[in-house]
């Protein structure tokens, strides 16, 4: 559920005053770009924000992000596959952290 993150609720938040550069939007967040990037991605993926390439007047790439008109409708089945996904997330998260063992043998 691409709304079952807080960050991404708060990206939501911020972009229902306007489009936003990404910069402006990760400064007001209080977040790294990648992060924001992997918010927004979700975000683009379920059809509620998009973005938009534009050139400055130097000439340099800069991404806005806007919301597109979109509702939301929350089921039992919508609220268990989201906590589903989030413990199988959380599962890989420790396994990532644990890696491998670092216990030697002794050659006694």
Known sequence: MAVGHPQRLRIIAELSSGRLHVSEL???LGISRPLLYMHLQ????AGMVTGELELSPEGKAMKFHELVPFEVRVTVDTVLDALRADRAAKATEVA???GPDDVQESSQ
Do not use: T
Not at 42 to 45: A, I
């Open 26 to 28: 990760a400064r007001r």
């Open 42 to 45: 979700r975000l683009e993926e």
């Open 96 to 98: 990532d952290q644990e």
